[in-house]
């Protein structure tokens, strides 16, 4: 899929939005680098290999984009979304810690600690991913209302490619690079530093993305 000094440009014949499906004449169009990363665990820890993968090119329609640009301003709908496995963590550890508390044909389970323990950790857990998931959420609502429109619509756009777009390859964990003029304009340090690239990808990465995807020999 990649190679060591090659690298080609993908575009849909007929693009349609990544999120909805439809054609769209009005749409937001985005071009990404793929970065695959494979997770390595042995007894001396963890470590990482990178690659580089294809340029790809993704649309949102502007209606899609709408919409996500309004549920960062409004922002209810789009936590209870963000928060529904917690909601679910914490309604399952309450069900075990009742039905724990008033079963009584289940003495030698109510004995172990780390099962009668197990429900009001599930409660703590959930909460604070709730309200760390509302803080996020409210945090990008403050960046996105001291936005104008154009950049609204592109923040939500691209939002909703890295919400839609393929996350695995095998066992490999993809990760995406905005050809953008923010990005051309950062060195290698800064790239490998705003989307965790080893120092040696963020070099490929730069160099092939100036020269419009190639990488000199």
């Not at 917690?86 to 724990?100: Q, R």
């Not at 044909?105 to 197990?118: D, Q, T, V």
């Not at 619509?153 to 990760?175: G, H, Q, R, S, W």
Request: charged share 25%.
């Amino acid at each position: 899929m990649y190679t060591a000094q090659h690298y080609t440009f993908y575009v849909a014949d007929e693009m349609s939005c990544l999120k909805c499906g439809n054609d769209s004449h009005d749409a937001l169009r985005f071009r990404v680098l793929e970065v695959h990363t494979l997770h390595i665990r042995d007894f001396t820890g963890e470590r990482i290999i990178q690659a580089l993968g294809e340029f790809r090119e993704y649309e949102i329609c502007t209606a899609c984009a709408e919409r996500e640009a309004r549920a960062f301003l409004y922002p209810a709908k789009m936590i209870l979304r963000k928060c529904f496995a917690f909601i679910g963590l914490i309604l399952a550890g309450m069900i075990l810690s009742l039905l724990l508390a008033l079963n009584d044909s289940w003495p030698a389970m109510k004995e172990i600690f780390a099962l009668r323990a197990l429900g009001p950790l599930a409660v703590i857990v959930g909460v604070i991913g709730i309200f760390g998931k509302a803080r996020e959420i409210l945090s990008l609502r403050g960046k996105v209302s001291r936005m104008n429109h154009d950049d609204a619509m592109n923040f939500a756009a691209y939002t909703l490619v890295l919400e839609n777009a393929p996350k695995k390859y095998n066992d490999n964990d993809i990760t995406y690079i905005p050809v953008s003029k923010d990005t051309l304009n950062m060195n290698a340090p800064e790239l490998a530093e705003k989307y965790n690239l080893l120092p040696s990808i963020s070099v490929k990465a730069r160099e092939i993305m100036s020269n419009g995807g190639k990488i000199d020999e």
